[in-house]
């Protein structure tokens, strides 16, 4: 009774999510009221990813009230604080026998093992199979990781919005390959397809389906595989049942788990649709065949990148939100009982296949431009120096010397080689760890 009872409540919630997604639709039609588009709309002018995000359109109207810490702060104590009150009201904090559970713990969990490397220690027995809320070490981790990335989101998608806006008015972007009616129409086109109906409704509605999946799973086949190093089947199942959010045990737990895991799927979810969305703008801009370059890289530019230095702050924040993904990831499987990580297939391939895409294809579309931009005015530099040589003009020929010296200080890559690799080993960190539990739960046995 209960898994049905839960699920009427996600479909309760999910009306009200579809009610807010079919506004959108009277946005754009003007049948909306000013107050909504003044308060939960973004007023920036230009291309806006999250225009019609009431979220973000509340931090994006006052900056200056949400700097970083204040809003990790503030997603921390949404994500984990009412989860405590909760717990802790419904008598599911903490048990009894935490302690002596905590201590095989920090022997079995994944993580746990990494800092506590003991080879006399064994286990002769389970731990109990109850899971309140401070030992549910997967939903702490992924509350504090969410609310990183949710802060990151803020940046990188307002950073994405300004980009080409701030390339064009800057000059970087080479008015003959990109013509103004190429500029407006690129941003009216890209407006659209950030904000269209179906990238937010889709994410809202897998969003829905994966909470019902995850809370499926938790009931009928258990949890915490992780936590099971004896590997008793019944051991999983009972970790299930007496879940600190199973809905059999609380109703307002299992309400509040609910909404937090579906805001959570959509913003990953969304964050990759608008990866994908940015790489193809990106391809649509930067990979166009021309005689010239797309950008003109500046050797006086404040940002000492030639103009561009915005882009390479979208890349490392990108960066930074795949290694935050692959770690949730590592989490979630942790938690899945033995026996379902196909369930967890779609996210391998968005973390394996897809999120590598952002990365390296914006990184390749952009160091060629860079390296095709330094090319044409270090050959368009040195045809006027010998110009001015041949006029004999002094001053002229001091300027041109500078310019060329300064053009060689650029950089010829977007991102240097340490912090490519510094990337690829922290996006191996997750893999390692993942394959260590692997032979230590099935390969020495």
Known sequence: MWFYLSVAAVGILSGILSFFATELIWVRRGLISRWYLRHFSITMPGLCVFRFDPLFA????????????????????????????ISYESGRLISETFYQDFSID?????????????????????SSPYIPYVRDYVDIGLSFLMAAHMVLLHSKWKNISRALSELWEGGVLNRNVITP????????KYERRFNSILSYLLPLLFSLAGCVMFFWVFDRLGMYSSLNPTGQPSWELQAGKRWWAHPGTGVASSIFQACWLIFV???????????CLAVVMGRDILGGKSNEPVFLLDPDHPDKFGGINLLRVIMLQVAASVLIMGFCLLLTYYI?????????????????????????VPIM?????????????????????TCAEQANDGAQIVRLKWDLSQLEKLPTDLLSIRQIISFVVLYLIPIILFLD?????????
């Open 265 to 275: 799927l959509y913003y990953m979810l969304r964050h990759n649709v608008v990866g």
């Open 365 to 385: 579309l952009v160091n060629g431009q860079i390296r095709s931009s330094k090319i044409h005015r270090t050959r368009s530099l040195r045809e006027n120096l």
């Open 106 to 126: 920090l022997h079995t969990f994944p993580i746990f093992r990494v800092f506590t490397k003991d080879t006399s220690f064994s286990v002769q027995s389970s």
């Open 58 to 85: 509340l931090v994006g109207n006052s900056p200056e009230r949400c700097k970083n810490i204040c809003l990790f702060f503030m997603y921390a104590v949404a994500f984990v604080v009412p989860k405590i009150l």
């Open 181 to 188: 009616e190429q500029y407006q129409g690129t941003i009216v």
């Open 437 to 445: 539990w692997i032979q230590q739960k099935f390969a020495l046995k």
């Open 336 to 360: 899945m009982p033995t026996g379902t990580a196909r369930l967890l297939i779609p996210f391998f391939l968005i973390f394996f296949i897809l999120n590598p895409v952002y990365i390296f």
